[in-house]
């Protein structure tokens, strides 16, 4: 009994075949490309203008790759490997950096990253895999102490009871009319309370 394989079926059992490793050359390549791109292949915008650079990139990047290569690699598979590199090498790099701050001291025990692995953390952002190095609170703001009546410069035309009240504003000169006003908002409200009974 003998099977009949359409045309169709064959071209799929070849795209299905395992194609080589990527070498070191074409990796080389794959991260200088990208690193030459870095900021139109990582732009966050996605309209028309941006996303014909992009894949114009990802082309250059392509033919670069496949003037060196055995085999043709198309654009999804080097976006594939590029996202490869980038999650083996933030692995990697993560424990590099837990081995290194680790205590007690002696050699390392892990191999350190390579020229290519460092390459990739270079155009990755260090922040993206070490995270940041300033230890900030982001749950804490830090907002800026109210100043307090003695920090604000008070004229000398101003008299002693309007200077000390918080809301007094040393920059406006007040009249003799305004005078009684202002006393009466730096009274407690209690005090207010008894003079109007």
């Known amino acids: 009994m003998k099977m009949h394989v359409t045309k169709s079926e064959s071209l799929k059992m070849e795209e299905k075949k395992k194609?080589?490793?990527?070498?070191?050359?074409?990796?080389?390549i794959l991260v200088q490309g990208v690193k030459e791109r870095?900021?139109?292949?990582?732009?966050k915008f996605s309209d028309v203008v941006n996303n014909a650079k992009k894949k114009q990139s990802w082309i250059e990047?392509?033919?670069?790759?496949?003037?060196?290569?055995?085999?043709?690699?198309?654009?999804?598979?080097?976006?594939?490997?590029?996202?490869?590199?980038?999650?083996?090498?933030?692995?990697?790099?993560?424990?590099?950096?837990?081995?290194?701050?680790?205590?007690?001291g002696g050699k390392l025990k892990i191999v350190p990253l390579s020229s290519m692995e460092k390459e990739v953390v270079s155009v990755m952002g260090e922040e993206r895999i070490f995270g940041f190095s300033a230890a900030v609170d982001t749950m804490n703001p830090q907002t800026p102490a109210k100043p307090s009546s003695?920090?604000?410069?008070?004229?000398?035309?101003?008299?002693?009871a309007v200077q000390d009240h918080p809301f007094s504003n040393s920059s406006v000169q007040i009249t003799d009319d305004n005078l009684e006003k202002k006393r009466k908002i730096a009274r407690p409200y209690s005090q207010k309370e008894s003079d109007e009974r």
Not at 62 to 80: G, P, Q, W, Y
Not at 150 to 160: M, Q
């Open 19 to 28: 194609k080589p490793r990527f070498s070191e050359k074409e990796i080389d």
């Open 38 to 43: 870095s900021e139109i292949i990582n732009s």
């Open 61 to 104: 990047i392509m033919e670069a790759v496949n003037a060196v290569s055995f085999s043709r690699r198309t654009i999804d598979e080097l976006k594939k490997k590029w996202d490869d590199l980038k999650r083996g090498t933030k692995k990697r790099a993560s424990a590099v950096q837990r081995e290194r701050t680790k205590t007690g």
């Open 150 to 160: 003695a920090d604000i410069p008070v004229s000398s035309d101003v008299p002693e």
